[in-house]
């Protein structure tokens, strides 16, 4: 009977010290609560205790309320986005993130993200398509496949092939300018371009779509030394003159853009310009026996010529997969 | 120089559209079909796991448009022009209702015009007969008789469905987006007036041709371009233009004869060809308030 009058004094204790301004042990409580929650969620400066502290109570009562995981949730454990999103953005609303952290504790964040796609020891292949634009009277349009091999994950060496004979069209702005002002313009046919070049990757970002999508991408500059095989087209005496292909010595430089969309496939598009010594038509008809004479039909000197290309096309990335050297 | 006339309008042999189109198709469909490739296109195939999962993309990133207004003073020049370069002095106005989404205008006034290499070499050395004498009264005046653009305005929808940053050298990081363009333009155009060889001797051919008519084109207008922000309210904006109208770039007869595509001794609005009009543009892009939002 004495141990149940001193059990029923002791719980009347408990039941009414709080109400009379608590017990120092419940303070002590809501005080280790009350610095969890700011810590966690807010960035309250200390001068603003009191009304950090009644903002922080309703908070937690809501959470004890709900689920009863304020203990986890008060403390913080393992709570890294929590706590990194509360040193950066300051004061935020604790409610709408508290649900799915109660599985967060055991994730990781790694402060530095590894490379998406490393490019080192890979072999990439390039199908395009390919065409002129600084040419208002012919259109050099072409098939490419080039062949990248990457020694480093910036560095690359490579052949590139385009294939224009058949492909290229004229416009009407030479015929025009032909019978308007009767002045011929002399323009050539490509067959085919082959090229050395070496390609840098000096730039490289990411892009969000609408905040959904994340696409790696980078921007490189390319250049090399080559081969084009052209001939005139006969313009000014196409009964008599016949030309053949002939190789030219062409240099390229250029920009291109990669968007990678997944590890070994991406989208680029590239702009480079190669530039050669051209021979063209004479625009002078020999006179006699000499107009069949073939050494007159190519006009005097050489001229440069830059062939301004935009390619579109694909990469393929081999091996497909690969391994990264470091650990996250 | 030759002076003959050639009767052939294409010189440059070339394969059948539709050998071209199977190429290409084949080549398509070649690609298409190889197993190496993933069954769908999609964005990079991170699987975000754990806290990050269900999160979007990017987390407190600056929010350049949505609700500001963008000023841009920029300088374009016109590309693959037949007979003259125009460089334009450029000015946009745009709302941004979101971040992808911005409503504006865009002017510009093509203050600087350059001869093309083909206007000089027509300069020196074209040649005029009875034949042509309408298209080219006198060969040293060609360049008055050329279109030119004067003046453009444009009533524009921009679209920005890319946005990030990129690294230079990685020691220059800066936010930059992706935008694309389009709306309805109206061009200010001086041309060659309109003419006919019918009673009209020699002399009256000569004064006809620096004789200009101007009139403004209504043209849908396209682009893209690319935007790099240097702080929360100053941007460079590179961008890419295409204005598609018909005219008469080079004050010549070439068309109108009821017999097909040929000259019918007149200059007026059936010498007019469709192109779409080039231009690169760089510009330097202010936005007000000159604060930007950070998101969650």
Redesign the interface.
């Known amino acids: 009977m004495k141990k149940s009058f001193s059990a029923l004094l002791v719980l009347l204790a408990v039941v009414l010290l709080p109400l009379a301004g608590g017990t120092p042990w419940v303070q002590v409580a809501r005080a280790q609560m009350d610095f969890s929650l700011d810590e966690a969620e807010t960035d309250t400066p200390p001068a603003d205790d009191a009304q950090s502290d009644s903002g922080a109570d309703m908070t937690f009562d809501e959470g004890q309320a709900e689920g009863g995981e304020g203990a986890d949730f008060g403390g913080g454990g393992g709570d890294?986005?929590g706590q990194l999103?509360a040193e950066?953005?300051g004061a935020?609303g604790a409610t709408g993130d508290a649900a799915?952290?109660a599985t967060?504790s055991?994730?990781?964040?790694y402060a530095v993200q590894q490379v998406?796609a490393l490019r080192i020891n890979r072999v990439e292949l390039l199908?395009s398509?390919a065409f002129t634009?600084?040419d208002?009277y012919?259109s050099h349009?072409a098939?490419g496949l080039g062949l990248n091999y990457w020694f480093t994950n910036v560095l690359a060496v490579g052949v590139n092939f385009l294939w224009y004979q058949?492909?290229?069209?004229?416009s009407?702005?030479?015929?025009?300018?032909?019978?308007?002002?009767?002045?011929?313009?002399p323009?050539t046919?490509w067959q085919m371009g082959a090229h050395l070049n070496f390609t840098y990757v000096?730039?490289?970002?990411?892009?969000?779509?609408?905040?959904?999508?994340?696409?790696?991408?980078d921007?490189y500059i390319v250049g090399g030394v080559g081969l084009m095989r052209t001939r005139p087209?006969?313009?000014?005496?196409?009964e008599i003159r016949q030309f053949s292909y002939q190789m030219r010595v062409a240099f390229n430089v250029g920009m291109g853009l990669r968007v990678?969309?997944?590890?070994?496939?991406t989208f680029f598009t590239e702009f480079r310009d190669y530039a050669y010594l051209e021979k063209f038509e004479n625009?002078?008809?020999a006179l006699g026996g000499q107009r069949t004479d073939a050494s007159t039909w190519f006009a005097s000197g050489s001229t440069l010529v830059n062939n301004t290309t935009v390619q579109v096309g694909?990469t393929?990335f081999f091996p497909?997969t690969f391994e990264y050297h470091l650990p996250k | 120089m030759n002076l003959r006339t050639m009767n052939s309008r294409r010189m440059l042999p070339t394969l059948p559209a539709t050998s071209v189109l199977t190429c290409v198709l084949v080549a398509c469909l070649t690609l298409a079909a190889s197993p190496a490739l993933p069954s769908h296109a999609s964005a990079q195939d991170v699987q975000v796991t754990g806290p990050l999962a269900g999160a979007p993309a990017v987390r407190r990133m600056r929010i350049y448009r949505e609700g500001r207004l963008q000023l841009q003073p920029g300088f374009a020049i016109t590309l693959q022009d037949q007979f003259d370069k125009a460089m334009v002095f450029t000015l946009q106005a745009q709302y941004h209702i979101t971040d992808w989404l911005g409503v504006g205008v865009w002017g510009g006034y093509a203050g600087v015009h350059l001869n093309t290499d083909l206007t000089k070499q027509i300069k020196a050395q074209g040649v005029t007969t009875d034949r042509n004498r309408l298209s080219l009264p006198d060969r040293a005046n060609f360049d008055q008789q050329i279109g030119q653009m004067q003046w453009m305005a444009a009533l524009q929808l921009t679209f920005v469905p890319l946005r990030g940053k990129l690294a230079l050298f990685q020691k220059l990081f800066v936010d930059a987006d992706f935008h694309i363009f389009l709306g309805a333009a109206f061009v200010g155009l001086e041309e060659r007036a309109d003419v006919s060889s019918t009673g009209c001797n020699v002399a009256c051919l000569n004064d006809s041709q620096t004789l200009r008519s101007s009139r403004v084109a209504i043209a849908p207008t396209f682009g893209a371009g690319l935007t790099m922000y240097l702080n929360d309210y100053l941007g460079l904006s590179v961008e890419w233009r295409g204005i598609l109208f018909a005219w008469n770039r080079s004050g010549t007869d070439e068309s109108g004869s009821p017999n097909g595509d040929f000259p019918d001794g007149e200059i007026n609005s059936s010498d007019r060809f469709l192109s779409l009009n080039h231009m690169f543009q760089i510009g330097l892009t202010f936005y007000l308030p000159t604060e930007a939002h950070i998101s969650e």
Not at chain 1, 172 to 185: G, H
């Open positions: 890294v986005i999103a950066d953005e935020q799915p952290r967060a055991q994730e990781e964040v998406y199908p398509f634009v600084n208002p012919v349009t098939l058949g492909l290229s069209s004229e009407d702005l030479n015929f025009f300018v032909r019978r308007s002002t009767r002045l011929a313009v323009i046919e000096p730039l490289y970002g990411k892009f969000s779509a609408f905040n959904q999508f994340i696409f790696q991408w921007a087209v006969p313009v000014i005496d196409p990678f969309l997944s590890r070994f496939l625009l002078e008809v694909f393929l497909f």
